[in-house]
């Protein structure tokens, strides 16, 4: 029953970076795997990073693989995605998404980059990359 909410997002030129944060309440944190997830007006929302319980796994998207870095800070309830030559196709809505266990239909997750295993949602962050 975890809440979540996403902030850091704003307007940044070609290969600039930026950080987003998103901060839970609720629940205990360290029970979720962590995610981020980004939409465009008339597309789907898309998978950009996970990252584990204890924060030993992190997986990631094509696009932003080796740009974007997801990290986590369990003893302040944070996650963040640190983002670093950013494009103009990186330019969407990002949303903070927290993973608990299976539901009861469910023996075990799937993939972390499934968004309808992740069953709590932040209200989202746009970031704009210019050009």
């Known amino acids: 029953h975890v809440q979540l909410q996403a902030s850091g997002g704003g307007f940044v030129q070609t290969g600039g970076s930026l950080r987003l944060s998103c901060a839970a309440s609720?629940?205990?944190?360290?029970?979720?795997?962590m995610g981020w997830f980004r939409q465009t007006p008339g597309s789907e929302r898309d998978f950009v990073a996970a990252i584990s319980r204890s924060g030993g796994n992190s997986y990631y998207s094509h696009p932003v693989k080796g740009r974007f870095t997801i990290s986590r800070d369990n003893a302040k309830n944070t996650v963040s995605l640190i983002m670093n030559n950013l494009d103009p196709t990186d330019t969407a809505v990002y949303y903070c998404?927290?993973?608990?266990?299976?539901?009861?239909?469910?023996?075990?997750?799937?993939?972390?980059?499934?968004?309808?295993?992740?069953?709590?949602w932040g209200q989202g962050t746009l970031v704009t990359v210019s050009s």
């Open positions: 609720g629940g205990t944190f360290s029970d979720y795997d």
């Open positions: 998404a927290a993973r608990g266990p299976p539901t009861s239909g469910s023996y075990q997750h799937l993939g972390f980059g499934l968004k309808n295993e992740y069953g709590y």
